[in-house]
T-cell receptor
């Protein structure tokens, strides 16, 4: 149980294009989803937190107009990197949590990540 | 300001040995301390977690030791195996799995 999927797993795009990454909770309802960014050999940095049906809360230094987050349902959140540039190349990881508790004890469960390469 | 400091950055252990990774935190309001294991190109997976009302938690070969007064906690991997070679992250949060603050990570290599 507690499986989180991400799609695509890898994406290569040209500079200036937009890329959408999907995050799905497959066997539980995620009241809260988190988006992280991880550069090579570094730790995870939280980009934003989104609650279903609400606007995302972005961490300091993260451009909300560049990283658009939508959490329209309890099982799906999307991250759109708009007008991507080479410096946006990174490993993007989502996580999901059922804040209502229950069998999964309020844990955050992580997706497998999406490797974005912007040429 | 880095709220969770992790050491060492890298660790090499012989098969069968004990791997020890340490973390220190600053915010005394943290009430949940998980450890995650991450393989290259994959997302982190929860390994074991502890709350500050206990000093130790053991699950199989993995043990967390927690020292509230020192604001430190550590992960011990007993009988380390080559398959344990991965990057390990400690984290801390308020309110269970909410708003995790991660340590810098430890790259563990277990030599056969």
């Amino acid at each position: 149980g507690a499986v989180v999927s991400q799609h695509p797993s890898r994406v290569i795009c040209k500079s200036g294009t937009s890329v959408k990454i999907e995050c799905r909770s497959l066997d539980f309802q995620a009241t809260t989803m988190f988006w992280y960014r991880q550069f090579p050999k570094q730790s995870l940095m939280l980009m934003a937190t989104s609650n279903e049906g609400s606007k995302a809360t972005y961490e300091q230094g993260v451009e909300k107009d560049k990283f658009l987050i939508n959490h329209a349902s309890l099982t799906l959140s999307t991250l759109t990197v708009t007008s991507a540039h080479p410096e946006d190349s990174s490993f993007y990881i989502c996580s999901a949590r059922d804040q209502r508790g229950g069998g999964y004890r309020n844990e955050q469960f992580f997706g497998p990540g999406t490797r974005l390469t912007v040429l | 300001q880095q709220q969770v400091k992790q050491s060492p950055q890298s660790l090499i252990v012989q098969k069968g040995g004990i791997s020890i990774i340490n973390c220190a935190y600053e915010n005394t309001a943290f009430d949940y301390f998980p450890w995650y294991q991450q393989f290259p190109g994959k997302g982190p997976a929860l390994l074991i977690a502890i709350r500050p009302d206990v000093s130790e938690k053991k699950e199989g070969r993995f043990t967390i030791s927690f020292n509230k007064s020192a604001k430190q906690f550590s992960l011990h991997i007993m009988d380390s195996q080559p398959g344990d070679s991965a990057t390990y992250f400690c984290a801390a949060s308020l309110g269970g799995g909410n708003m995790l603050t991660f340590g810098g990570g430890t790259r563990l290599m277990v030599k056969p």
